[in-house]
């Protein structure tokens, strides 16, 4: 069953990304320019630069996208475009940029909600596995990541159920939060997980994020843990900041 | 009919006014249209461009280049009008071209008459609510808010957006200007095109200094790449 080809831009936070996907779940190509280095020096995403960014490398990004890739502008049969949530900014360089190109070669342009197409992301195909079939429904979907963290039901197509969510910083804030705190690099959470690997003592347990009784999340006590780890560590004198996370991801996911 | 001999489209988002406009190849401006777009500068762009599409009978596919206007001016009418200048040249497959919307701004003032000839032109346009951006010839200063402009020998200041904060001789020198834009703007913008355009990919909205003490960008992005 052919389900079409679409052209899928993405700029919400500080990644670019265009991608081709034909008949719903066969990634032609994807490609994704990550500005994760940019904003390093900052520890921290800057608006400003993140927009700018997008202006720079949407293009080029485009461009890699088509190459290698066995189809042209006349094949497309719509063209796709994060709508939010996501910083205002950045979303406007991919929407303005996507609504003209839909424009020029008048296909419809679709928004998709970023979180929706977090869920989706499941639905592609796995090249290694072309014959899998597509997940079932009813489907229970945990999202994670720097800015969202929560749980939800799909039970039909584009037919979600929130089930609950973080009530303060998202997963991927706590972790740059607390690789702040440890001195880490930007981001927190890869850096905070190749400490933890390095780690000497085990036997520290934090708080856990899930919040008991509830499909919600809080990370405030976490963090709370983490603050009053580090200080008392750094009062205990020259430890190795990676003994103490080890738990972090572990709470998370685990 | 090659690229250099049609019509182009030139864009400009820097201030509270919008502008689209279609010109001849040689500049000779053919269709303008202007609104008051505010800070939504995104709702309407590509709906005023198809309709002056309409108007002159020439087909999106006929366009010979975009030209955009690149500030200094409103952070986000800058990034709308780049963005969909973008899409749109690259969606076309034809070059664009990046105007100064200062450097226009004042050749619209001078073209106006409100401005001599022989006088240098201060364009001042708001740089967020408390700052304000100082462009004379293209060369854009960022002016922290009480910080009066220093203006060249002889210059004549002309201020857009700032009602209420600047002179009031300066602000007619705006509305002048910018009754004049569309005509400038097509002229601008069909002579860098001519002169054979920017990349496409590097074009980036003149900012004057990147926003709270951030450095000059630096650094790469990190590609990753998957094929089916
Ligand atoms: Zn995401």
Redesign the pocket.
Known sequence: MSRGLVLAVESS?DETGVALVADGRRVLSSVVASQVALHAPTGGIVPEVAARAHLRWIVPTLEEAWAGADVGWGDLDAVAVTSGPGLAGSLLVGINFAKALAYVHDLPLVGVN?LEG?LYAAWLEDPSAPDRPEPPLPALALIV?G??TFLSVTRGSLRHEHLGGTVDDAAGEAFDKVGRLLGLPYPGGPAISRAAERARRRDLRFPRAWLPGTDDFSFSGLKTAALRAVAEARAAAGMDPGDRESALPDDVVG | MSTAARPVLAIDTATSVACVVLAAADGAMLAADAWTAGHRHGEELLARIDALLARTAIARSALGGVAVGIGPGAFTGLRVGIATAKGLAAGLGVPIAGVGSGVVLAAAAVAAGAVPPDRPVAVILPAGPSERTLDVAGVAIRLPAGLEPDLPPGAVLVAVDLDGRAPADALARGAAARAALAVELARAGAARLRAGGDDLARLVPEYVTPPRGIAAPTGEVAWSRTRG
Request: glycine share 16%; charged share 0%.
């Open positions: 936070c970023h977090h990541s800015g969202h």
